[in-house]
């Protein structure tokens, strides 16, 4: 299937990672898009996340993202716009880091780090929607994905109670993409949740026991974890001309769990 996004311009923050951000960024710039690995921290993975889609005949730039700095932000879009024109898709797949494994009650968790969550993970991605969203409408189309998780749907069941306030920031992008689904839909700017379910990594090891994840994955319809490309394709599907009229959804990868 051709997703129709040859020379558009994605935006992917949180792309430098090992997980479904840069499993996003391959996809997309396999399928001929312009990419974005936006990066907070780890400058020498995004660089050599470029260098592989480079290699490979694609397309893609390395660009600083601080989530705790709106100037930086701006600063982020600017310079797509000066490079490449615009922004056409963009992939929120950003948060900031756990909370330390040692804090394992909610009412532990130091309220610098509830305010810190709620400014990385919420405002920093309402700041760039802000930005690339006037872009979108100048010419009549944009697609959005703002990446979930199933924990802020369901809870965390007292396996990291650490996250409720990760899963607080998480569900309310839920909110964000129904309403800029309402406000933009009609102006070609589609706007969905993709929501993963359990993705087997190494985070997830180091916080849950080997009896922890059988028992998780026994609950799982498929009878397995998602990978991160599984989440990737689902993205890339939504955020392309493919996707037509799919607007304001919550799309769940987790196997059925």
């Known amino acids: 299937m051709d997703l129709g996004i040859k020379d558009k311009v994605a935006l992917v923050t949180g792309g430098s990672g090992i997980g479904v951000g840069s499993h996003t960024c391959r996809t997309l710039a396999a399928e001929g898009a312009r990419v974005a690995v936006a990066y ?23 660009v600083a993202y601080d989530l705790q700095d709106p100037e930086v932000i701006d600063a982020c879009v600017d310079g797509l716009v000066s490079a490449w024109g615009s922004v056409d898709i963009l992939v929120a797949n950003a948060m900031s880091p756990p909370a330390p494994l040692a804090t394992t009650a909610f009412d532990a968790l130091p309220r610098d780090d509830i305010r810190r969550r709620v400014r990385t993970d919420l405002e920093a991605t309402l700041f760039t929607l802000q930005r690339v969203i006037p872009l979108m409408t100048a010419k009549g189309w944009g697609r959005v994905v703002l990446v979930s998780s199933l924990g802020c749907e369901r ?90 009229n799919i607007c304001g959804e919550n799309v769940h990868v987790d196997g059925g769990s």
């Not at 319809?221 to 998602?226: D, H, K, L, Q, V």
Request: glycine share 12%; charged share 20%.
């Open 155 to 244: 809870g965390w069941a007292g396996d990291a109670p650490f996250e409720t306030a990760a899963g607080a920031t998480k569900a309310a992008l839920h909110g964000v993409a129904r309403s800029l689904g309402v406000e933009f839909g009609r102006r070609g700017v589609l706007t969905n949740v993709v929501t993963p379910g359990g993705i087997l990594n190494e985070q997830l090891e180091r916080v849950l026991t080997k009896e922890r994840l059988e028992v998780l994955q026994s609950r799982i319809a498929s009878g397995r974890f998602s990978t991160p490309q599984e989440v990737a394709h689902c993205i890339a599907y939504l955020v392309s001309a493919a996707n037509g």
């Open 40 to 62: 907070r921290s780890n400058e020498a993975a995004a660089k050599n996340l470029v260098h592989d889609i480079e290699r490979t005949g694609g397309r893609a730039m390395a």
